[in-house]
């Protein structure tokens, strides 16, 4: 089986940062996918990270310790829009993008 | 492109009835998903196909079907519906990157609100 462990909830005002942890148990280890989702949405692609360190792309960076079996979301100065559901999720096998989901956790930026 | 559409939007079905939820795209990927996902949790996988007349199961999937119709299409059949089975069912597919390899980029469709009675 697996397991993954995220904050349920996180707030922050605009501007700041935010760092969004998740711990993981699995066998079979690819990679750490994090996805967001608005309200009612589709969940959309955000990053990935198959080897260790951290990957930059505009505002976001995702980190990678497989090690200590740990990642994190790193959202730099956050804008309201920001406001979202956050989820890691595992990839398990190289042949197949199976993912699986964190429960997510629940961004909420005040102005 | 449309990307991954799903039909219906909405559905509501009464406890043993039967209904197919569509799931269409037009990336040209090889591999296509369905999830379900329930107030505060995570997306659950519960059937996937990595190519056309493949199908495998995935973590939840009894009381499920699925058919690869082709390439473009993938669709998830409740025989008889339970309410245990109200949640938002969402399609995703996946395709290979520039350097061959399977991509660890899904994209989702905007989901079927399904509510069992």
């Known amino acids: 089986g697996q397991s993954l462990e995220q904050p349920s909830e996180v707030t922050a005002v605009e501007g700041a940062i935010v760092q969004i942890n998740c711990t993981y148990q699995t066998s079979g280890f690819y990679g750490l996918s994090w996805y967001q989702q608005h309200d009612g949405g589709a969940p959309t692609f955000l990053s990935y990270n198959a080897l260790d360190g951290l990957e930059e792309t505009g505002r976001f960076s995702s980190f990678l310790s497989r090690s200590d079996s740990y990642g994190y979301l790193l959202l730099q100065e956050l804008q309201m829009k920001d406001s979202a559901s956050y989820f890691c999720?595992?990839?398990?096998?190289?042949?197949?993008?199976?993912?699986?989901f964190g429960r997510g956790t629940q961004l909420t930026v005040w102005p | 492109n449309a990307g991954v559409t799903q039909t219906p939007k909405f559905q509501v079905l009464k406890t043993g009835q039967s209904m197919t939820l569509q799931c269409a795209q037009d990336m040209n990927h090889n591999s296509m998903y369905w999830y379900r996902q329930d107030p505060g949790m995570g997306l659950r996988l519960i059937y996937y196909?990595?190519?056309?007349?493949?199908?495998d199961k995935g973590e939840v999937p009894n009381g499920y079907n699925v058919s690869r119709l082709n390439k473009r299409e993938f669709s998830l059949r409740l025989e008889s519906a339970a309410p245990s089975q109200t949640s938002v069912y969402f399609c995703a597919s996946s395709g290979y990157g520039s350097s061959g390899s399977e991509s660890y980029e899904q994209y989702f469709g905007p989901g079927t609100r399904l509510t069992v009675t």
């Open positions: 999720a595992v990839k398990r096998g190289s042949t197949l993008g199976r993912l699986y």
């Open positions: 196909s990595a190519s056309e007349g493949t199908t």
